[in-house]
């Protein structure tokens, strides 16, 4: 299996889709966005939420490459978004906790 950042690293998306979200990565806000998209109360630490992002994003990513009429491209977008902002969040985490 790999690892969080070699999946992450290893996402190659539509140039479009991947602009939108290194845009929208700043105004991440995860009490906000992360609670809308798991649709949880109590919010996982960084790695467990990227996992389960990482698996949102992979069955979102299958219903664009399908054509499904389900496709939200702003969906796709905002799962990408959670994706870098907690990929940002555990690399400041694991930057603290060396330092």
Same mark, same amino acid.
């Given at each position: 299996?790999?690892?969080?950042?070699?999946?992450?690293?290893?996402? +190659?998306?539509?140039?479009?889709?991947?602009?939108?979200?290194?845009?929208? @990565?700043?105004?991440?806000?995860?009490?906000? #966005?992360?609670?809308?998209?798991?649709?949880?109360?109590?919010?996982?630490?960084?790695?467990?939420?990227?996992?389960?992002?990482?698996?949102? !994003?992979?069955?979102?990513?299958?219903?664009? +490459?399908?054509? $499904?009429?389900?496709?939200?491209?702003?969906?796709? @977008?905002?799962?990408?978004?959670?994706?870098?902002? !907690? $990929? #940002?969040?555990?690399?400041?985490?694991?930057?603290?906790?060396?330092?």
């Amino acid at each position: 299996m790999l690892d969080l950042h070699t999946r992450i690293a290893a996402l +190659k998306r539509p140039a479009l889709l991947a602009r939108a979200a290194r845009f929208g @990565v700043d105004d991440y806000r995860r009490d906000v #966005h992360l609670r809308r998209i798991l649709g949880r109360d109590s919010l996982p630490r960084s790695g467990p939420a990227l996992m389960q992002l990482l698996d949102v !994003e992979a069955e979102i990513d299958a219903q664009r +490459k399908d054509h $499904a009429a389900s496709y939200r491209p702003a969906r796709h @977008v905002e799962v990408l978004i959670a994706i870098l902002g !907690e $990929a #940002h969040l555990l690399r400041a985490t694991a930057l603290h906790s060396v330092t």
